[in-house]
């Protein structure tokens, strides 16, 4: 799976990067099928927001956002919204048509 950083309006640490590559690889397991991720760094008012867009298979595609007072905190809530939405379509699976419901 190929993973994108990007940063607007700055850089970002090493040690943020290895932390990126972490969390990415933790959240693909949940995932059906990972073909990509890209997470974007930005400073909006102060506030240093983060992206986490990770693309599955069939387009699929979960975003998720935050902003807080550093980068870490920003990429650990995003990735735990996306967390929240992998779970949740883990639990309601979607069912192909025509298949008959019981």
């Given at each position: 799976?190929?993973?994108?950083?990007t940063t607007r309006h700055g850089e970002i640490a090493e040690a943020l990067r290895l932390r990126v590559e972490r969390v990415v690889e933790?959240?693909?397991?949940?995932?059906?099928?990972?073909t990509a991720a890209h997470v974007t760094f930005g400073q909006d008012h102060q506030r240093a927001t983060a992206e986490v867009r990770l693309t599955a298979a069939r387009g699929m595609v979960h975003v998720a956002s935050a902003d807080a007072p550093d980068h870490?905190?920003?990429?650990d809530r995003a990735a735990q919204k996306l967390r929240r939405q992998l779970d949740k379509q883990e639990a309601n699976p979607r069912r192909r048509a025509g298949s008959a419901r019981r």
């Open positions: 799976m190929e993973t994108t950083i933790r959240l693909a397991r949940l995932a059906r099928r990972p870490r905190t920003a990429l």
